[in-house]
């Protein structure tokens, strides 16, 4: 069973500053998926990548295959984007099961 | 075009009840998997279904049971509530299955008391 770990678990940043979360996973997969949780429970989906990086707006998702780690970064941080980061891989035995990480909560002030 | 949308938002239920929640894929979308996220905690997948079959579950007992429609829609329905079936319950669509980008809906908050 695939087992994924993050970091931070909390982080706490001033509006603007360069953020960074962290994942690791034990075993080898297909791709990886980034996602952002906001309180009230609402789950969208930011990235799904396999290899090198991908960037949307002001977020940017790295993998490295070979090491099992991928980070997600955010750029001059706002607080509206203050919520739960998750990031989540595939079971061994399967791709539709999806096993999540615990979360990062990231919490921007102004 | 509409995003996954579930019903009803919010629901109490007393314990020993049954419960069906209910998931509308987005239009062009096979495949519907079920989460169930208790507060603190990760989202634990339950189910997946894709063209109408059961595809995966995970490790829940036989209270929870699902199903597809025609229509690729599906309902998540528990037995005999216990107080720790208390979770978000979280739909999410995908275009088949596999690898696919999964898209969320907003969830069913289910208080069991």
């Known amino acids: 069973k695939n087992e994924v770990e993050q970091s931070p678990q909390n982080l706490t940043a001033q509006e603007g500053e360069f953020i960074t979360i962290n994942c690791s996973y034990s075993?080898?997969?297909?791709?990886l998926h980034w996602l952002q949780q906001h309180p009230g429970g609402g789950i969208v989906s930011l990235f799904m990548l396999s290899s090198g990086k991908k960037k949307h707006g002001r977020l940017i998702a790295t993998i490295n295959i070979q090491e099992k780690h991928s980070s997600l970064h955010i750029t001059a941080s706002h607080p509206r984007d203050s919520a739960v980061y998750i990031c989540a891989v595939p079971a061994t035995d399967s791709n539709y099961q999806l096993i999540w990480g615990a979360g990062t909560k990231l919490i921007i002030k102004p | 075009d509409a995003g996954v949308t579930q019903s009803p938002t919010h629901l109490i239920k007393t314990r020993g009840q049954q419960v069906t929640l209910r998931c509308s894929p987005i239009s062009g979308h096979k495949s519907v998997s079920w989460y169930q996220q208790v507060l603190g905690q990760g989202p634990q997948f339950i189910f997946q279904?894709?063209?109408?079959?059961?595809?995966g579950r995970g490790n829940f007992p036989d209270r929870f049971s699902a199903r597809q429609f025609p229509n690729y829609s599906s309902e998540l329905n528990v037995n005999a509530l216990l107080l720790g079936d208390s979770a978000l319950y979280l739909c999410?669509?995908?275009?088949?299955?596999?690898?696919?980008?999964?898209?969320f809906g907003p969830g069913t908050r289910l208080t069991v008391t």
């Open positions: 075993v080898g997969i297909s791709a």
């Open positions: 999410a669509s995908m275009i088949g299955t596999g690898m696919y980008e999964q898209y």
């Open positions: 279904y894709y063209e109408k079959e059961e595809r």
